[in-house]
């Protein structure tokens, strides 16, 4: 199989563990007989430093004709300031915007290596295996918005057609898993969130009366994920419930470093990072986790090439790498030695098969 991947590996520790997750997607390539082609372009606040745009023209028109896109980390200090008349974060979101990504899924399993990892016990976390999708270009984040010396304001909207497509993927994800459904809401207090309900309820009784549905509040939502984290399937959100919850969710896990995230849309293009942000205060000291930005390029196999062996393969090693203990530094306990960036790399690379 011939594909194009289009690399943005961003700012701060970014570039550090997209290398290691493009090693992998190279390696596989290799053990596979695929060709895949990377292209690497400017993104987020280097691309505000080289271009005053965070999301330049070139590298929005080569997105488009990627058939997936592999993503860093953007923002730092340098440009966070509340005066910044350009920030990262405004490239990232126009760039879900232009490609129509609407579905992000963020799966959260607890490694059985791991279960000490977290500060939960380990009673609550061990055979956590659950899936979030979030709707990503509505809601807050993409309404109207305004500020004055007096006041601000950010309006939060949701058409039905969104709602409706959002829920179909998790759904049909619902459908292969376990055929449980968590719709997490705020529906005491919002109209949006009671349009949502109403949405939701309607649809999966229409076109998946099978799947269990259940509907939550957020903050019961997020009160349950850490005292009864096995009983959720998979969980549906809108976009800043979702951008919040997932946070918390990596923490049952053990580490930010250890999640990825796939962003889809209608089409077999997807975005593919790692949950956490751009760490600024480790970048270039080679000791961030590549674990979650590997585990993505997973995710980018199976759902951008649809090559599923090849995606299981590479999630074995890193499963296989965690099991004997190659874990970098948010990982190990004090007297153990952390593996730096690129060995944890190294032993991923190292145990995918010899061959196909």
């Known amino acids: 199989m011939k594909a194009s991947i289009a690399v943005l590996a961003g700012d701060g520790i970014g570039?550090?563990?997209?290398t290691e997750s493009r090693r992998c997607l190279a390696a596989v390539a290799r053990l596979f007989h695929h060709d895949f082609e990377f292209l690497d372009l400017p993104f987020g606040g280097a691309a505000i430093d080289a271009h005053a745009d965070p999301l330049p023209e070139r590298t929005l028109s080569a997105c488009r004709a990627a058939d997936a896109i592999l993503l860093g980390a953007i923002?730092?200090?340098?440009?966070?300031?509340?005066?910044?008349p350009l920030r990262p974060e405004q490239g990232l979101l126009r760039l879900r915007k232009e490609l129509g990504v609407f579905a992000n899924l963020r799966p959260v399993i607890v490694h059985p290596a791991l279960v000490d990892a977290s500060t939960l016990k380990a009673e609550v976390v061990r055979g956590v295996d659950l899936i979030f999708v979030r709707e990503l270009t509505g809601g807050i984040y993409f309404g109207d918005k305004h500020r004055d010396a007096h006041s601000a304001r950010d309006v939060c909207v949701y058409e039905v057609t969104e709602i409706e497509r959002i829920v179909r993927v998790a759904a049909r994800?619902?459908?292969?898993?376990?055929g449980r459904l968590t719709s997490i809401?705020?529906?005491?207090v919002l109209e949006t969130s009671r349009l949502w309900r109403d949405v939701t309820q309607r649809l999966m009784a229409r076109e998946f009366p099978a799947v269990h549905l259940e509907h939550m509040l957020v903050d019961a939502a997020a009160m349950h994920l850490i005292h009864r984290p096995r009983d959720f399937d998979v969980l549906v959100t809108e976009n800043m419930f979702g951008d919040i919850l997932t946070d918390e969710a990596s923490m049952l896990a053990g580490s930010l470093g250890l999640l990825p995230s796939a962003s889809l849309g209608e089409g077999a293009r997807g975005v593919y990072e790692p949950i956490h942000g751009s760490a600024p205060d480790i970048a270039g000291r080679n000791s961030a986790n590549p674990y979650g930005a590997i585990l993505s390029a997973?995710?980018?196999?199976?759902?951008?090439?649809?090559?599923?062996?090849?995606?299981?393969?590479?999630e074995h090693a890193v499963a296989d790498a965690i099991s004997a203990g190659a874990l970098t530094v948010d990982l190990v306990s004090a007297n153990r030695r952390?593996?730096?960036?690129?060995?944890?790399?190294?032993?991923?690379?190292s145990r995918l098969p010899q061959r196909a």
Do not use: C, F, I, Y
């Open 338 to 349: 952390a593996l730096t960036t690129s060995e944890a790399g190294d032993a991923v690379l």
């Open 185 to 188: 809401d705020k529906a005491n």
């Open 173 to 178: 994800l619902a459908q292969a898993r376990h």
């Open 15 to 18: 570039p550090e563990v997209t």
């Open 298 to 314: 997973a995710l980018l196999l199976r759902h951008s090439l649809h090559l599923a062996t090849e995606a299981a393969a590479l």
């Open 75 to 84: 923002g730092g200090p340098k440009w966070s300031a509340p005066d910044a």
